[in-house]
C-alpha cells in the first residue's frame, strides 16, 4: 500500500511528462506476459518440450537472449524471437522472470536410474548446477524440476556443439558418459525428474 | 460532456484522487462507486482480457458474457479432423476465469449502447459498463457463396469454428470411401489463423495416407499465394507426392479458376470459375468479418472488420469500447490464437490504466504461430511487435520462418512439433487457468 501512495505522489507530480517518458519503453511485467504463451503463466512451462524460465538468474537469462539473438545457442524459433528485443528490453525481461517463483514439474522417474544419475551428477555436474541445478545463484541453467523433453534437447544439442556452453561442460559430460556409459545421459534425466 | 472531455476528466480527476493522498478511494469512477467492464465474447482474447484485468485490479467488476459454456479452440482443431487428437482435448470450461472472480453469464449478447454504455442480452438482462470489451471473433460471409449458408454447412462444414463442426468433418472423413476426393475450399483474404487451411490440408492428407491411400484432396482456392506456402508446398512434396503425378494433393489458385462461387449440397459439388468439382466429402470456407455483434453495435468499417487504436484497442469508432482478436484490425498482427492472447493483455493493461485514470501503457506484442505437416514435421512463423508513430509495427529485424528442409534438420523440425503441443498447454493454460 504504501508502495502504491507513493506512486500515487508521483504520477500527481508528473503526471504531465509522465507519459513521454515511458513511451517507447514497455514495462518490464508488459514485456514479459508476451512470453507466457509459449513458456507458460509467469514463466513456469506446463508444456513438456518448452523450458520453465521463471526464477533462474538473471544474468543467466541475459546470456541466453543474447547468445540466441547472435545465433551462438542452436535454435528453432527463439533466435527469431530474440532479434526483437533491444539490449535494456533483455535485461528488463531477465529481471522480471528472474524475480518470479520456479515451479518444477512434476514428473514419472524410474527409481535405479535416478539413483546412478544422482552419482553421475554428484561427480560431474554440482559444481556449477549445485542443489541438483535449482540454486539461481549459479548462474547456470535449472535442471531438477526442468522438463525431462526439454532438457533431453538441450544436452543433444550441448553434446552436437550447437549450443555455446563452457568447455567444462562438454569435458564433463564426456566424462559422465565415460563412467555411466551410454545410459549416463539418461540417468541424469531421471535424476532430475525424481528431484524435490 | 463528449466521450473524449469525460476521458480526459476521468485522467484528470484520477490524478486529483492520487494527488490527495486518496489512494484508497481505489472504487473511483465515472458514474458510480465501482469499475465495470463487460465482456462479450469467452473465446481466445475475451478469456485472456478477463483474467488479465482481474489479476492487474481485482477492484475492477468484470463480466463475461458468452453463449456457450464451453469453448473449443480452433487452433489445433486441424488434429482432431486428422484424427490424432480427440475433441475433448481442446475443450475448456469457465471455472478458471470464475476462480480469478470474472462473472461468467451464459447469455447472448444483442445490443451494446455505446452511449447509455449498457450491453443487452437475448435473454433480457441488461449490463452497464464504464468500459466495455468486445471479442466475438469471426462471423462468415455466406452470401458470397452461392447455395450455402449455416443449413448446408450441416452438410458440408466450415469447421472454421471448432466444436461440432470439427466433429462433422472429422466424421466425414472418416465414413468417407478409400479411392475418394476430399474438397477444400480456403477463403480470401482476410481471414482466422492463415495457415490454418494449408495444415489442414496436411493433417487430413496424413489421415488418408495412412488410412486411405488412393484418396484424393483438391484445393480450391480463393487465393493465388497463400502463408508459409513455400514450408506448406515443400511438406506436401516431401510426405505427400506433391508436383508429382501420384500426388495425394492438387492445389488450384484463383489464377487457375480455385475460387468457388457456388455450392451444390444434393450433388455434392461445387463451382469453380472454369469448371464444377464433385467431392465426397467437402469443406467450404467461406469468406469472413467480424462477429456479428460488432455489427449490431455499429463497431466495423466498410470491410466488416473493427479499427481500433493499438494501444489499447479502443474502437476508433465508440469511445469506452475496445475490440480484440480476429475481429480487430490490428494488422500487421495476424488474426490468430496467440496475438488474440498477446493483445488481450495489452487491451487489459490498458483497461485497467484508463479505470484508474492513468495512461494506457506502453504495449508489447508477439506472435507465434506452429502448423504441423505431419507428426513429426512441425514449420512455424513468429515475429515481435512494438508500439510507435501511433501504429503497431513489426520489429526489424525479429521473426520469420522454420527453414526449409535444406537449411534444418528432420531432428530439428520434429521439436517444432514438441513446440507446438507444448505452446498449446501453455497458452490454454495462460487463458484459462
Not at chain 1, 70 to 84: L, N, V
Not at chain 2, 119 to 124: A, D, P, Q, Y
Request: hydrophobic share 35%; proline share 4%; net charge positive.
Amino acid at each position: 500500500m504504501q508502495l502504491t501512495a507513493l506512486k500515487g505522489t508521483v504520477l500527481a507530480c508528473s503526471l504531465a511528462f509522465s507519459g513521454a517518458t515511458l513511451a517507447d519503453s514497455p514495462s518490464a511485467e508488459m514485456l514479459s506476459n508476451t512470453c507466457f504463451g509459449c513458456h507458460g503463466p509467469n514463466g513456469n512451462s506446463v508444456g513438456p518440450a518448452i523450458p520453465s524460465i521463471a526464477g533462474m538468474a538473471e544474468t543467466y537469462l541475459v546470456d541466453v537472449m543474447n547468445q540466441y539473438k547472435e545465433g551462438a545457442r542452436g535454435s528453432t524459433i527463439m533466435t527469431r524471437i530474440a532479434k526483437g528485443y533491444s539490449a535494456e528490453e533483455i535485461e528488463s525481461m531477465s529481471a522480471w522472470f528472474a524475480s518470479q517463483k520456479y515451479a518444477p514439474a512434476t514428473q514419472m522417474a524410474d527409481a535405479g536410474k535416478a539413483k546412478a544419475g544422482a552419482k553421475l551428477h554428484d561427480k560431474y555436474c554440482d559444481k556449477c548446477h549445485s542443489e541438483a541445478g535449482t540454486l539461481a545463484d549459479d548462474e547456470a541453467g535449472f535442471l531438477a524440476g526442468q522438463w525431462t523433453p526439454y532438457l533431453k534437447a538441450s544436452l543433444t544439442d550441448v553434446m552436437a556443439g550447437t549450443r555455446d556452453v563452457p568447455k567444462k561442460m562438454t569435458k564433463a559430460l564426456d566424462k559422465a558418459k565415460k563412467k555411466g556409459g551410454d545410459d549416463a545421459i539418461d540417468q541424469l534425466l531421471h535424476f532430475y525428474a525424481s528431484y524435490k | 460532456m463528449s466521450n473524449i472531455n469525460r476521458r480526459k476528466f476521468m485522467q484528470l480527476t484520477g490524478g486529483a484522487v492520487a494527488a490527495a493522498g486518496a489512494v484508497g478511494f481505489s472504487g473511483f469512477a465515472i458514474g458510480g462507486a465501482s469499475k465495470k467492464v463487460v465482456i462479450v465474447g469467452g473465446g481466445t482474447a475475451g478469456a485472456t482480457a478477463a483474467k488479465y484485468i482481474r489479476m492487474a485490479d481485482s477492484s475492477i467488476d468484470v463480466t463475461v458474457i458468452e453463449p456457450n459454456q464451453h469453448y473449443y479452440t480452433c487452433y489445433m482443431s486441424n488434429e482432431v479432423i486428422g484424427g490424432d487428437r480427440k475433441l475433448e482435448t481442446i475443450k475448456f470450461s469457465y471455472d478458471g476465469l470464475k476462480g480469478h472472480g470474472v462473472k461468467v453469464v451464459h447469455d447472448m449478447v444483442t445490443g451494446i449502447d455505446a452511449n447509455a454504455r449498457t450491453v443487452s442480452t437475448k435473454g433480457g438482462q441488461k449490463f452497464s459498463y464504464d468500459r466495455c470489451i468486445v471479442a466475438p471473433g469471426i462471423d462468415f460471409k455466406y452470401d458470397t457463396i452461392e447455395g450455402y449458408d449455416e443449413t448446408v454447412a450441416e452438410k458440408i462444414p466450415h469447421a472454421w469454428k471448432a466444436g461440432d463442426q470439427t466433429k462433422l468433418l472429422r466424421s466425414q472423413l472418416t465414413a468417407m470411401k478409400d479411392g475418394g476426393t476430399v474438397i477444400v475450399a480456403p477463403p480470401p483474404n482476410p481471414f482466422r489463423c492463415p495457415p490454418g487451411p494449408y495444415e489442414r490440408v496436411c493433417q487430413i492428407a496424413h489421415y488418408l495416407k495412412h488410412n486411405k491411400p488412393k484418396s484424393k484432396i483438391l484445393v480450391l482456392d480463393a487465393k493465388d499465394a497463400f502463408s508459409k506456402q513455400g514450408l506448406f508446398t515443400a511438406g506436401w512434396k516431401k510426405h505427400y507426392g506433391y508436383g508429382t503425378d501420384n500426388s495425394m494433393i492438387e492445389w488450384v489458385n484463383a489464377a487457375g479458376g480455385g475460387r468457388v462461387s457456388a455450392v451444390d449440397a444434393g450433388s455434392m459439388s461445387v463451382t469453380g470459375e472454369v469448371e464444377d468439382f464433385t467431392g465426397d466429402v467437402i469443406n467450404v470456407i467461406p469468406a469472413q468479418k467480424a462477429g456479428k455483434i460488432a455489427f449490431t453495435a455499429g463497431l466495423t468499417n466498410d470491410k466488416g472488420w473493427c479499427p481500433i487504436e493499438g494501444k489499447t484497442f479502443e474502437s476508433t469508432i465508440h469511445k469506452n469500447i475496445h475490440v480484440v482478436g480476429d475481429a480487430a484490425v490490428a494488422s500487421p498482427l495476424p488474426k490468430s490464437g496467440y496475438a488474440a492472447n498477446s493483445e488481450a493483455k495489452v487491451c487489459a493493461a490498458a483497461v485497467v490504466a484508463m479505470l484508474n485514470g492513468k495512461p494506457a501503457p506502453q504495449p508489447s506484442y508477439v506472435n507465434t504461430c506452429y502448423s504441423i505437416i505431419t507428426p513429426n514435421d512441425g514449420i512455424s512463423v513468429a515475429m515481435v511487435y512494438n508500439y510507435a508513430d501511433g501504429k503497431i509495427n513489426k520489429v526489424k529485424g525479429s521473426g520469420g520462418l522454420t527453414p526449409g528442409y535444406d537449411k534444418t534438420t528432420m531432428e530439428m523440425r520434429a521439436r517444432e512439433v514438441g513446440y507446438a503441443y507444448s505452446w498449446y498447454d501453455n497458452i490454454t493454460r495462460d487463458i484459462f487457468s
